[in-house]
C-alpha cells in the first residue's frame, strides 16, 4: 500500500502552497484530503480553482444547495472522508440534520429544492453524466434553469476530485469531522 503524505504547508510541493493558502483562509485550517492532494501540485490547483467557480461571486446557488450537491456526490461515490466533511459542513450552512441524515442513508432530503439537487447529483454519477430528457425535465420543473443543471456538472465535477482522491490517499479523518463518520453501506 502506498503512503501519501499530509502535507502542512512548510512540507508541500512549492507550487501547491498557494492553493493551500487559499484553502487556509476559506476553511480556517488545511483539510487533510487538501493535504493529501498538494502531493500533486496539478490536482491541488485544479481542485483549488473549480473551488472558486463553485463557491464564488458568480455561482446562482446557495452555500446549502452546494452542500447538498457535495454531500450526495461523497455518498454516492462511497467517500467516508468527504461524507462526514460535507455533513459537518452541510449542518453549520444551514441544511436541516433530517435532510443531511436523508443523504447519508441514500434518501432524498425532504426539502424539495435539496430533493431535486440531490436527485440530480446521484444520477449524475450513477449515469456518468448520461442524463435522459426525464432526468433533466424533473429538475427544471423543480424551479432551475438549464445554467443550474450546468453547474451542478461543475459542483459535481470538484466533488469528485475529493472523493477520488480520498479513496486514493485515505486521508485521517479530522477531529472536527468525528461526530459525521459514515461508512459506506
Known amino acids: 500500500m502506498?503512503?501519501?503524505?499530509?502535507?502542512?504547508?512548510?512540507?508541500?510541493?512549492?507550487?501547491?502552497?498557494?492553493?493551500?493558502e487559499g484553502l487556509q483562509s476559506a476553511f480556517g485550517f488545511v483539510p487533510n484530503i487538501a493535504a493529501a492532494m498538494a502531493t500533486s501540485p496539478v490536482l491541488i490547483n485544479s481542485l483549488v480553482a473549480?473551488?472558486?467557480?463553485v463557491h464564488g461571486d458568480g455561482k446562482s446557488f446557495s452555500e446549502p444547495q452546494i452542500e447538498t450537491v457535495l454531500l450526495t456526490d461523497a455518498v454516492?461515490?462511497?467517500?467516508?472522508?468527504?461524507?462526514?466533511?460535507?455533513?459537518?459542513?452541510?449542518?453549520?450552512?444551514?441544511?436541516?440534520?433530517?435532510d443531511v441524515q436523508a443523504i447519508r442513508d441514500g434518501d432524498l432530503p425532504k426539502d424539495p429544492q435539496f430533493a431535486a439537487l440531490s436527485r440530480l447529483a446521484k444520477t449524475l454519477i450513477e449515469k456518468r453524466g448520461r442524463?435522459?430528457?426525464h432526468d433533466k425535465d424533473v429538475f427544471l420543473q423543480a424551479g432551475f434553469s438549464p445554467n443550474q443543471l450546468l453547474e451542478v456538472v461543475a459542483i459535481?465535477?470538484?466533488?469528485?476530485?475529493?472523493?477520488?482522491?480520498?479513496?486514493?490517499?485515505?486521508?485521517?479523518?479530522?477531529?472536527?469531522?468525528?461526530?459525521?463518520a459514515w461508512t459506506a453501506y
Open 2 to 20: 502506498s503512503n501519501f503524505p499530509i502535507h502542512t504547508l512548510k512540507s508541500a510541493p512549492e507550487a501547491s502552497k498557494p492553493a493551500l
Open 50 to 53: 473549480l473551488f472558486h467557480q
Open 76 to 98: 454516492t461515490n462511497g467517500s467516508t472522508w468527504a461524507a462526514a466533511f460535507h455533513s459537518y459542513l452541510a449542518i453549520n450552512k444551514g441544511v436541516p440534520a433530517t
Open 131 to 133: 442524463l435522459n430528457t
Open 156 to 180: 459535481v465535477a470538484a466533488s469528485t476530485i475529493t472523493n477520488y482522491t480520498a479513496s486514493i490517499t485515505h486521508p485521517p479523518l479530522e477531529e472536527n469531522f468525528q461526530p459525521h
